[in-house]
Every structure is written in structure tokens, then in C-alpha cells.
Nanobody, 115 residues
Framework: QVKLVESGGGLVQPGGSLKLSCAPS????????IGWFRQVPGKEREPVAR???????IYADSVKGRFTFSGDNAKNTVYLHMNSLRPEDTGVYYC?????????WGQGTQVTVSS
């Protein structure tokens, strides 16, 4: 059974940093497309950083140079390192994976950037 569990969200001041973790079960992170999305109230969920295979990472323009996607195959976990956070980065961050013919989502973790 595929399951994605995110953690690491919280409240941080502008300019601060957070590291989100996504620990899947039911598949290995090194063999499937996996990534991070975020959603704010009233807006559609948008991609933030995605590993589409062969270590190709696609970042949203708004986070380039500030966010970094990484993975640890031994821990079967992927991370989103977020630096220089801005108030507009506030939202619920979701881990997403394509396994077989299905897309899976985690429950999300709230990130709030505010002074």
C-alpha cells in the first residue's frame, strides 16, 4: 500500500529556513517520479519542485535559487530545503508521487512565513 507522510512544516520568520521531509511507504523513492506541491486557500495546487527521473529536478520559477530538492535512498525519504523564505511561500505543502498509473498525495504540512 502506497502512503506518503510529510513533516517539518511550521512557523518561520521571513528570511528563515525550513526542511520538509516526505517518507513514503510502498515504493522506493529512487524509482518513481516524486515531488513537492503547495496550495494556498483560494488557489490551485501548484508544483514547487519535482524529480522527474534521472535526477532531473524541475523548480517553480518563484523558488529557484532558494529551495532545493534532495533525496536519501537509504532512508527512503525526500526533502525540500527551503531558504530565504517569503510570506508568499505560506501554504500547505504536499508530497506527490507517481507509482504505476496512479498519483498519490500525502496529507500535507503547513508552512507559515510571518513576522
Amino acid at each position: 500500500q502506497v502512503k506518503l507522510v510529510e513533516s517539518g512544516g511550521g512557523l518561520v520568520q521571513p528570511g528563515g529556513s525550513l526542511k520538509l521531509s516526505c517518507a513514503p511507504s510502498g515504493f522506493r523513492v529512487g524509482y518513481h517520479a516524486i515531488g513537492w506541491f503547495r496550495q494556498v486557500p483560494g488557489k490551485e495546487r501548484e508544483p514547487v519542485a519535482r524529480n522527474i527521473g534521472n535526477q532531473s529536478i524541475i523548480y517553480a520559477d518563484s523558488v529557484k535559487g532558494r529551495f532545493t530538492f534532495s533525496g536519501d535512498n537509504a532512508k527512503n525519504t525526500v526533502y525540500l530545503h527551503m531558504n530565504s523564505l517569503r510570506p508568499e511561500d505560506t501554504g500547505v505543502y504536499y508530497c506527490n508521487a507517481a507509482v504505476g498509473l496512479r498519483l498519490y498525495w500525502g496529507q500535507g504540512t503547513q508552512v507559515t512565513v510571518s513576522s
